[in-house]
């Protein structure tokens, strides 16, 4: 499960972010996961509840904020949605896509005391 490494780096980059901030404690992380970063999210949720036990996000709000899929379709020419990454094309049933929307996880904002 890559999910609990994920929330371990997240724990590393919240303690560097308190240390250059000069906050002592984490109470909501909002992160941005994208369809196609192969992140399963209940699986980040109870990873990110059980790695910052007894840290400075203890008790922090996790808000996953879901972004779509979306690749570039060299048959169309078009920017489309994609509901999985091995998706064809919705407009032309092409199969020659380059993902380019929904594939970051990142940290988008922190509430800090």
Do not use: Y
């Amino acid at each position: 499960m890559h999910e609990m490494a994920i929330c371990e780096s997240l724990l590393d980059s919240l303690r560097d972010a308190a240390r250059d901030h000069g906050f002592a404690r984490v109470t909501r992380v909002r992160l941005s996961v994208g369809q196609f970063a192969g992140v399963e999210v209940e699986a980040l949720r109870f990873g990110f509840d059980v790695v910052m036990r007894g840290s400075l996000a203890e008790n922090a709000d996790l808000v996953v904020l879901e972004e779509p899929g979306t690749a570039w379709c060299f048959d169309c020419s078009t920017t489309v949605s994609l509901p999985d990454r091995l998706a064809p094309c919705p407009h032309c049933g092409g199969g020659r896509l380059r993902p380019n929307g929904g594939t970051d996880l990142r940290i988008k904002d922190l509430e800090v005391v």
